[in-house]
């Protein structure tokens, strides 16, 4: 299994090839338009300074899937022997050739050792240049745009390289690319720069509330109206007390504002779980992140009340819980800020940050946090959950691309990464579309999936609910209460093959009734066999209707996949205690497991609901795989006994 290079290519328009070392320039990436909001203003100064950055070619990087599947797949002689961060690196590391080509390259056209500079873990080759040498250099002009919002940003239309340097170089930057940061000092609310303002209060997938609850219902026969902790031990058959706790960890990642509030966890726990009162969260600070108390209410802690208040009542008072808080109240924090803390062979992979996506530390305006970022200071627990997530449309194919990467890494480190996958249906984040040209509209008729839910190399996390008037012994169907389970197709990757046979049979039973161009993207595949062959999402799913949680002192009726990823962690976190327990593995990338024809029925099938979105009924529910609900829900008791069975 592999990422998904011949997209990328056709999406970005890149030639790679290699030839001798004299060798003609060639188109290397080019623009197609101008992305909105944004305008030419002028020529770019040619004697001002711009910091070029060659993101160098990883060895080894197509055959990653290949190699997370001799660890991830059940029927592998490997399954379970995962590697370490020192194995990671050494096998993704760039050449030597390709370091030395691009270097060369550079030397010859007055770039010495001086100027040209390889970055600490290999990734980047960085070079301080004029815009006049950074054209000639690159066979291009630079031009300065204007956003309506005051920000400027610099840019060339295309750019071009040598046939035999393009073999070893990803992309360039700055360049074709309009990834600028859209400053929060601007007060702008522009979707550009979305990358690092993930826990902005609005911004991308967060909690949902009907309001404040007057009565409590902690009863099984009230699930359908308030989801507290014992309905879900019922739904999924959670009995269990941890028995390798010392050896197991569970991560829950949130991103500056968003914070808890001890007292909050103490009024959830009160009435739910007595001896958590008093517990905090294992706190792993990521360049600066801190719990803030600065602003409070629903939407600066809400997010991180219900991730912390259920994760740790599931998982018990016996297993700590590690809280990654990632990003400082003024530069904030991306994805890749959190990846860089803990696995610091990432923050030069493929480039590592991106300055115009990532916050950068320490923070270059001031009166943000001013300590080194943090880069390889974390370690990785066992399994990871994170309820936030972009628009794959946000991000360039690049981009996904090498932060996909970087989750497969974690994943041959053995550690399991779960993901929300949206509350907006077939729809983006707060029910925008795509249309034709790419561009957002919440007219639009194109789905817009998220990302990194369609990363191959996540688990993605759909939601369901207690159908009015049922019970938890009832089965649950997809959630159509204030949100729909986000799901459908990428349009960036390829659909693994652990995840063909079922994907196919949904394809077979069930296509959509919508043209090719508006449940998948990649209208640039030329034939229908292309076209049925991307990834689809989520994988599995978890209640996500009216979660009892305690924010800012009251409570308050929550939805969204936001819930369901922290509480399918938990119960994953159990089935690895289990196996710490006698002496096995942790768990690791599941994917391929749960779509093997032995993990078969140990999902709860769901069949009832969609995810409407688009101006459509989106997808619906059905037997087997779906892009609603993925496999199902989970069952405890099954998945446990079947995991033991393992190597």
Known sequence: MRLLPSFVALALGLLVSAE??????????????????????????????????????????????????????????????????????????????????VLAWLEENGFDSSRAK????????????????????????????????????????????????????????????????????????SPDGTARSVGQPGHGVSPKTTGEIQTLLNQLESCDQQITPICLRAL??????????????????????????????????????????????????????YAQTQYTGFDYNGESDLDLEYAMN????????????????????????????????????????????????????????????DCGTAKPTNVISTSYSYNEADLTPFYTARQCAEYAKLGLMGVTVLYSSGDYGVAGNGGYCLTPNGTYSLNGTIFNPSFPGTCPYITSVGATQVNPGSTVYDPEGACEQVIYSGGGFSNYFAMPDYQKTAVEYYLTNYYPQY????????????DLDLLLQSRGFPDIAANG??????????????????????????????????RLAVGKSPIGFINPTIYSSNFAGVFNDITMGGNQGCGTAGYTAVPGWDPVTGLGTPNFPKLIAKWLLLP
């Open 118 to 189: 390889l970055t600490r873990n290999r990734g980047w080759i960085e070079v301080q240049a004029t815009v006049e040498e950074a054209e000639r250099l690159l066979q291009t002009e630079y031009h300065v745009y204007g956003h309506e919002t005051g920000q400027e940003h610099v840019a060339c239309d295309s750019y071009h390289l040598p046939e035999h340097v393009q073999s070893h170089v990803d992309f360039v930057t700055p360049t074709v690319h309009f990834d600028a940061k859209i400053s929060k000092r601007s007060g702008s609310g």
């Open 236 to 289: 999924y058959g959670l009995v269990y007390e941890p028995l390798a706790a010392s050896k197991n960890s569970y991560g829950i990642v949130e991103y500056t504002p968003q914070a808890y509030l001890q007292s909050d966890l103490d009024m959830f726990h009160s009435n739910f779980s007595q001896g958590l009162v008093g517990v905090a969260p294992e706190m792993v600070s990521i360049d600066g992140g």
């Open 314 to 373: 599931l998982v018990t008072a016996a297993q700590p819980i590690t809280l990654y808080q990632a990003g400082d109240m003024v530069e904030g924090a991306s994805f890749n800020n959190f990846l860089d803390a803990i696995d610091g062979t990432y923050c030069t992979f493929e480039g590592g940050d991106d300055p115009t996506q990532d916050a950068i530390y320490p923070d270059p305006y001031g009166g943000g946090y001013e300590g080194p970022e």
């Open 515 to 526: 043209p090719a161009d508006i449940w998948n993207f990649l209208r640039n595949a030329s």
């Open 20 to 101: 001798p070392l004299l060798s003609p320039y060639r188109v290397h990436e080019r623009r197609g338009h101008i992305p909105a909001g944004w305008s030419y203003d002028r020529k770019h100064d040619s004697a001002a300074a711009i910091p070029l950055r060659f993101a160098l070619k990883q060895s080894n990087i197509d055959a990653i899937g290949d190699y997370l599947m001799e660890v991830s797949q059940p029927e592998s002689v490997g399954y379970g022997k995962h590697w370490s961060a020192g194995e990671v690196f050494r096998k993704f590391s760039p050449s030597v050739e390709s370091i030395g080509a």
């Open 545 to 578: 209707a009216n979660y009892v949680v305690a924010i800012d002192g009251a409570f308050y009726l929550v939805y969204g996949t936001s819930c369901s990823s922290p509480v399918s962690g938990a119960i994953l976190t159990m089935v690895n205690d289990a």
